[in-house]
């Protein structure tokens, strides 16, 4: 039986992964486990039949310390639970990225929010949590999001 002792969660700073978060440190306070909270960024680059478009360097600076700001920002927030919690900013495709660091740290479980969207949402900004649950070496639990 796995103990669950390297937890590592996915946030997109939604409040879905508030929530997955939150499940993923009582997880951990009741095995003696640890966190690692991760955010994947991607710098756009958008294709066209003559060329492409590549984000600027500041932009692209700008991008990467957004996202920095707010997963310190988010681990801020929930310390002091009695559960260490490692932030961990990549840059890359986020499910490829989640399950890239989850084979690094051998994570004992991998949790991540789902937003449930359904038809042309999910289509057009497609399912990470899907992908991970598809791809994933390692057990995923799928925390849904708040329904209206």
Known sequence: MTAFSRVLVATDFTDTS???LDWAIELAARVG?????MHAYEIPILGFPD?????????????????????EGSVDQH??????????LCEGVAWEE?????DELDA??????????KGLARALLGSVAERVIRTARHPVVAIPG???
């Open 98 to 102: 989640i399950n890239r660091v989850a």
């Open 18 to 20: 508030d929530r997955a």
């Open 79 to 88: 310390r002091g639970r009695g559960v260490p919690i490692d932030p961990m």
């Open 146 to 148: 708040p329904r209206e």
């Open 108 to 117: 004992d479980v991998v949790v991540i929010g789902t937003h449930g969207r």
């Open 33 to 37: 486990g640890r966190v690692t909270l």
């Open 51 to 71: 060329g492409a478009l590549i984000a600027t360097a500041e932009l692209a600076s700008r991008i990467a310390d957004g996202a920095r700001a707010a997963l």
